[in-house]
């Protein structure tokens, strides 16, 4: 399977994917470790991630995928959120945690 359509096969078989350097247990950079939190606090419990280190392949395409240029990078339902910066600032305006809620519901 050619790596972007293996990128689309992620987006699309979960609610809630977040692209990030390390693991939730394990995050190898900040960034990703204040989205991870902060998708936690939103209540995101059935979260599914990518450990973009892991998987080459996906760390050099993905930026072409979703024509954002840095990790982390946080689909739900198949559509682009963002990064870390703008995971933080939709938790801290209350969207994030209903944006969970409804993708959790769906």
């Given at each position: 399977m050619a790596v972007?359509?293996?990128?689309?096969?992620e987006v699309e078989s979960r609610?809630?994917?977040?692209?990030m350097k390390g693991t939730p247990?394990?995050?190898?950079?900040?960034?990703?470790?204040k989205a991870v939190q902060a998708l936690q606090a939103a209540g995101a419990e059935d979260l599914h991630?990518?450990?973009?280190?892991?998987e080459p392949?996906?760390?050099?395409?993905?930026p072409r995928y979703s024509n954002w240029p840095t990790f982390p990078q946080l689909f739900l339902?198949?559509?682009?959120?963002?990064?870390?910066?703008i995971t933080l600032e939709?938790?801290?305006?209350?969207?994030?945690?209903?944006?969970?809620?409804?993708?959790?519901?769906q």
């Open positions: 972007m359509d293996r990128i689309q096969a609610p809630i994917v977040l692209f247990a394990f995050p190898m950079c900040g960034y990703s470790a991630t990518v450990n973009v280190l892991e392949e996906i760390r050099a395409n993905l339902h198949g559509e682009l959120i963002g990064g870390c910066e939709l938790l801290e305006s209350g969207e994030l945690q209903r944006m969970v809620s409804e993708a959790r519901s």
